[in-house]
């Protein structure tokens, strides 16, 4: 009986930290390939047009069952960009925020990630992705992706 207390307290504690972690993953694994086509739609778009482009939030909301990317109504947004998402529904919800030489992107950034970031002499943009349990983080000027979680 003892031992199938230990089994249930341990199962009360592993099996909420494997859903979390498992929840966790999935978002990367969409957050990684979305930062990258953004990225470089936006360095298209500067070659183009000389400046980087900001987008509205698209999928407006996060959304842990995923948002149907074909009849979002928020493409509109990324029209001008060309972004093609490689998946059919995201779960997160990603902003552009673009500036030009002299423009702070720390006074606009998220708080969470003001303190690691500096201001560079060049235009710029920074991707923020909000997922329905952390936001994720990356600049044109530092590819690092950052999560508020810090994992």
């Known amino acids: 009986m003892v031992v199938v207390a230990i089994i249930a307290v341990l199962a009360l504690i592993v099996i ?5 972690e498992t929840k966790r993953a999935g978002y990367k694994s969409e957050v990684h390939p979305m930062f990258a086509e953004l990225g470089t739609r ?15 939030a698209c999928p407006p909301t996060a959304n842990a069952q995923g948002t149907d990317m ?23 919800s990603y902003v552009v925020t673009a ?30 992705a ?5 936001e994720y983080f990356t600049a044109s000027w530092d590819s690092k992706i950052r999560s508020e979680d810090g994992k």
């Open 99 to 128: 500036g030009v030489p002299g423009d702070d992107p720390v006074a606009v950034a998220p708080t969470w990630v003001q303190s690691q970031i500096t201001a560079p002499a060049v235009g710029w943009f920074f991707i923020v």
């Open 16 to 20: 909420p930290s494997f859903i979390k």
């Open 42 to 56: 936006e360095d298209q778009y500067k070659v183009e047009k000389g400046v980087y482009l900001a987008a509205a």
């Open 130 to 134: 909000t997922c329905p349990d952390n």
């Open 70 to 92: 074909t009849s979002a109504a928020c493409l509109s947004n990324w029209t001008d960009l060309r972004v093609q998402p490689a998946e059919s529904k995201l779960k997160c």
